[in-house]
């Protein structure tokens, strides 16, 4: 079983930057991939980034692309999303998620173990 508690979220203006990090509190070597999704008010969870756990490719939305960063510590204990020139749109709660899934890429498989959600708010 693996636990994730996200930390990190707030309240900023447009053009303004945000780190999150997500931390996983049980043994991760099962775990193939990991990520950041969010959910705005109306709309449903997307993914926004990824990142192969073992071998370190990331994949981007193109909404984000450029703008947020995916990035892992050593231990693979901490998965952290840095995001920058923040828009309006970009507010939502966000999630951390992991995959032991071993199908596909990162964007693609199943999400089995999810975090508890942090609320970004840019404001215009």
């Known amino acids: 079983q693996v636990q994730l508690v996200e930390s990190g979220g707030g309240s900023v203006e447009a053009g303004g930057s945000l780190t999150l990090a997500c931390e996983v509190t049980?043994?991760?070597?099962?775990?193939?991939?990991m990520g950041w999704f969010r959910q705005a008010p109306g709309k449903e969870r997307e993914g926004v980034v990824y990142i192969g756990t073992w071998t370190g490719t990331t994949y981007y939305s193109d909404s984000v692309k450029g703008r947020f960063t995916i990035s892992q510590d050593r231990a693979k204990k901490f998965l952290y999303l840095q995001m920058s020139s923040l828009k309006p749109e970009d507010t939502g709660m966000y999630y951390c998620?992991?995959?032991?899934?071993?199908?596909?890429?990162?964007?693609?498989?199943?999400?089995?173990?999810w975090g508890q959600g942090t609320q970004v708010t840019v404001s215009s």
């Open positions: 998620a992991a995959s032991e899934d071993a199908r596909g890429t990162c964007a693609t498989r199943r999400y089995n173990y």
């Open positions: 049980t043994s991760p070597y099962d775990v193939n991939c």
